[in-house]
């Protein structure tokens, strides 16, 4: 078998790429076998990434006995609750994309034959599969495991969701910093990523849908038998893989992304899901419209499980009903069952002969949990390029809503008005600049929600932003990611305070009631966005170059 890894064989840049090598302990057999990256996203930052690096050893023995070389190669680690505190919160999307490059770099610098990437935090699996998309080479999708929770004095349950809600309710008085510590010290009891339907879980499971990983992934428990059962696995297929040319591009196809937008959509993922989704495309060079993949899907996919916040379900229950793999099984009907799976079977014989593990947790199409789809894309003369709103799945709420604008163009200043008041019932509170390029790199709006919640204002205003939103909001009427953002010239820079915004969301619309003569005064008279103030550094380099949200807010155009 010819391996990239190996040009050019007698050359004189092989002499020195072999001489490279051998001082590492390779030896003259072990440089005619396929040379993988172990991707390790590894940190000591956060509890995410925590446990990689004993993942990554174990894979790379696995590669070793499999018949291969593995070589770790090191990424940065973008983690939301630790890297949100700089820049307004401006490296954690950004980092998504410097992740990508990372990767591109070891990677096709070094010509190496395949990956086996280690998923963990929100942002790492949507960086990996863009990664793998841009250069082609076999890859598979590891992923490493949610945290396990912990237990309150009460014999209640904790988690990060529980505290990342209550942090929203110190400011308005509804709980104290010290209570708040105490459900905190409890809310994780060892490493992975945040228990819910959050992004991370939802990534996940996106990764299964997509085909690029094993089947039956996810999610999983961190460090439980089964995950390192999936990464032994992964090591031997991701060989089989590269021996069969099995790329990136020959798996993720229009089809499989079709599929992964339904796999959301029935699980009630992650509204982030949608702009990462759409930059995996793009960087996999595949022509689809995400927003309208999840626009047409709405109509056919309810929600079939209900994990919180979404639902009553815990991560577990989830797992032990099937995960993704029972989600995909009950989907069959609206699924394109020829794509192509990483394991070299397309997805319809994977599922084969499988039966849901509990049919009532995850439910077919036509006995679905919820109510309704639970991501929902509006457009209007607010946001002509669309926005996204998350709705419960389990409960009908109010889903239309008027009012007049209260703006806000930094998170710190809206939450001190909720503080003190100012944010009268009926008000529509608009929260801009914080999109990919205004913060840059896109801000979180999720403070500001819970927030809202804690001035007790969820549902009596409604908020409409830019921003992003963490994976656990799932509260009151809250539009988010409008497109164009405010950092750039766009309906939702003009807004003044006062203007009527009417959000209906039946209706799939978000307007604002100002005439465009208005709207083009108002642009004449003002000065141009300037990228958040930000020249310099990585941060000023992403400003400059990234391409709008309803592409995916990537580097690649």
């Known amino acids: ?40 996203s590894s ?14 050893d174990r894979v790379c023995e696995a590669v070793r006995d499999a018949g291969g070389v593995a070589f770790e190669i090191r990424t940065v680690a973008p983690t939301d609750f630790i890297m949100a505190a700089g820049a307004k ?54 992923p490493c495991g949610y945290q396990p929770c912990g237990v309150l004095d009460n014999g209640e349950p904790a988690d990060i969701e529980e505290v990342f809600i209550q942090a929203g309710h110190v400011a308005t008085g509804g709980i104290t ?27 996940h499971i996106m990764a299964e849908a997509l085909g690029m990983s094993l089947p039956g992934a996810a999610p999983v428990a961190a460090n439980s038998p089964k995950m390192w059962d999936t990464a032994a696995r992964s090591a031997v297929a991701i060989l089989d893989a590269v021996r069969q040319g099995r790329t990136p591009r020959s798996i993720m196809t229009a089809g499989a992304f079709r599929n992964a937008a339904a796999a959301v959509l029935a699980v009630s993922g992650s509204i982030n899901s949608v702009k990462h989704l ?90 679905p949990r919820g109510v309704q789809a639970t991501i929902q894309i509006l457009r209007g003369s607010l946001a002509p390029e669309g926005s996204i709103v998350k709705l419960s799945a389990t409960e009908k709420r109010d889903d239309r809503f008027a009012g007049p604008a209260r703006v806000f163009e930094e998170a710190t200043q809206a939450i001190a008005a909720l503080e003190t008041g100012v944010v009268q019932p009926g008000e529509v509170l608009v929260l801009r600049g914080v999109g990919p390029v205004g913060t840059p790199g896109m801000g979180m709006a999720s403070n500001v929600v819970f927030a809202l919640n804690g001035a007790g204002l969820t549902g009596k205003v409604a908020v409409v932003t830019d921003g992003q939103l963490s994976g656990l909001v799932n509260q009151g009427i809250v539009v988010g990611e409008v497109k164009p953002e405010g950092g750039v010239d766009g309906p939702l820079r003009l807004v003044r305070d006062g203007d009527v915004i009417a959000v209906d969301i039946p209706a799939k619309t978000v307007d604002l009631d100002v005439p465009v003569s208005e709207l083009d005064r108002r642009r004449a008279e003002s000065a141009p966005p300037q990228h958040g103030g930000q020249t310099g550094g990585w941060l000023g380099l992403y400003a400059r170059n990234v391409s709008p949200l309803e592409h995916g807010a990537t580097l690649s155009r």
């Open 1 to 40: 078998m010819e391996l990239r890894s190996n040009f050019p064989v007698g050359s004189p840049r092989w002499a020195t790429r072999r001489t490279q090598w051998k001082v590492l302990g390779l030896t003259d057999e072990d440089l005619t076998k396929p040379k993988i990256a172990v991707v390790n």
């Open 43 to 56: 940190s000591k930052l956060a509890p995410c990434f925590s446990h990689l690096d004993d993942i990554a």
């Open 89 to 142: 919160g401006g490296y954690v999307l950004s980092s998504r994309d410097l992740l990508a490059n990372d990767i591109e770099a070891a990677v096709e610098g070094a010509m190496l034959d395949g990956m086996i990437c280690l998923a963990s935090c929100d942002k790492t699996t949507p960086g990996q599969l863009m990664a793998a998309g841009r250069i082609n080479v076999p890859t598979i999708v590891v």
């Open 177 to 203: 910093v010290e209570d708040l510590c105490t459900i905190s010290d409890r809310a994780i009891a060892g490493p992975g990523v945040c228990t819910g339907m959050g992004t991370a879980n939802t990534m």
């Open 278 to 367: 759409q930059a995996i495309a793009v960087e996999t060079g595949v022509d689809v419209n995400v927003n309208g993949l999840f626009t047409e899907l709405a109509e056919h996919v309810r929600p079939l499980a209900a994990v919180r916040p979404s639902g009553p379900d815990s991560i577990e229950d989830f797992e032990r009903a099937g995960g993704a793999r029972a989600v995909l099984a009950q989907l069959r009907p609206v699924l394109d069952l020829d794509v192509a799976t990483i394991t070299g079977e397309p997805l319809g014989q994977t599922l084969d002969g499988y039966e849901v593990p509990d049919p009532e947790l995850i439910r077919p199409l036509d006995n």
